[in-house]
T-cell receptor, first 110, second 115 residues
Framework: RKEVEQDPGPFNVPEGATVAFNCTYS??????FFWYRQDCRKEPKLLMSVYSSGNEDGRFTAQLNRASQYISLLIRDSKLSDSATYLCVVNRDNFNKFYFGSGTKLNVKP | GAGVSQSPSNKVTEKGKDVELRCDPI?????LYWYRQSLGQGLEFLIYFQGNSAPDKSGLPSDRFSAERTGGSVSTLTIQRTQQEDSAVYLC?????????????FGEGSWLTVV
């Protein structure tokens, strides 16, 4: 079983839509959680950390459910520039190892 | 430097040749990671360095792959006798330290094509 699983998509949404991605992780010992964004043929870049209490950064909201071992990302008022692949990342093993999901592709259309 | 720096940006090599990829992490970062990503695929962990500790080599796919980190800073990933399946982008990342919540920052990658 993969450490981190994501729906590959693609999610095709119109501008202004709200879209949500989920991610599940297999190891309950996972310690820190993040969402990264990766544009085509570019390196992954940190979008936001995910905290137990949930956190928001502008149009982006991240939630963590430790009991069910899943993480979510909500994007409100989608922009064309949000089109990218979103990677779910978990960190464990004394914070040494980072495990990446395969990513969920988002296409925001005019 | 301001970010993780990798070289070369692109490398085309003939099957069977050796290649070296270089990574210069963010100044002051103690941890360094190598990942690889084949086209359309997820990130595959290769190796991890933390300070002066022995590296975690658990992700290296074969003994043709090796990496070193000299002086706790610059790292070199070496692929010997390259094969076509080695074609991928090799991403280096660094991290300040092991504290909770500290995450990793990637360089732009070295795109390797084996022909």
């Amino acid at each position: 079983r993969k450490e981190v699983e994501q729906d590959p998509g693609p999610f095709n949404v119109p501008e202004g839509a709200t879209v949500a991605f989920n991610c599940t992780y297999s190891n309950s010992a996972s310690q820190s959680f993040f969402w990264y964004r990766q544009d085509c043929r570019k390196e992954p870049k940190l979008l936001m950390s995910v905290y137990s209490s949930g956190n928001e950064d502008g149009r982006f909201t991240a939630q963590l459910n430790r009991a069910s071992q899943y993480i979510s990302l909500l994007i409100r008022d989608s922009k064309l520039s949000d089109s990218a692949t979103y990677l779910c990342v978990v960190n464990r093993d004394n914070f040494n190892k980072f495990y990446f999901g395969s990513g969920t592709k988002l296409n925001v259309k005019p | 430097g301001a970010g993780v720096s990798q070289s070369p940006s692109n490398k085309v090599t003939e099957k069977g040749k050796d290649v070296e990829l270089r990574c210069d992490p963010i100044s002051g970062h103690t941890a360094l990671y190598w990942y690889r990503q084949s086209l359309g695929q997820g990130l595959e962990f290769l190796i991890y360095f933390q300070g002066n500790s022995a590296p975690d080599k658990s992700g290296l796919p074969s003994d043709r792959f090796s990496a070193e980190r000299t002086g706790g800073s610059v790292s070199t990933l070496t692929i010997q006798r390259t094969q076509q399946e080695d074609s991928a982008v090799y991403l280096c990342a660094s991290r300040l330290d092991r504290a909770a919540g500290n995450t990793i920052y990637f360089g732009e990658g070295s795109w390797l094509t084996v022909v």
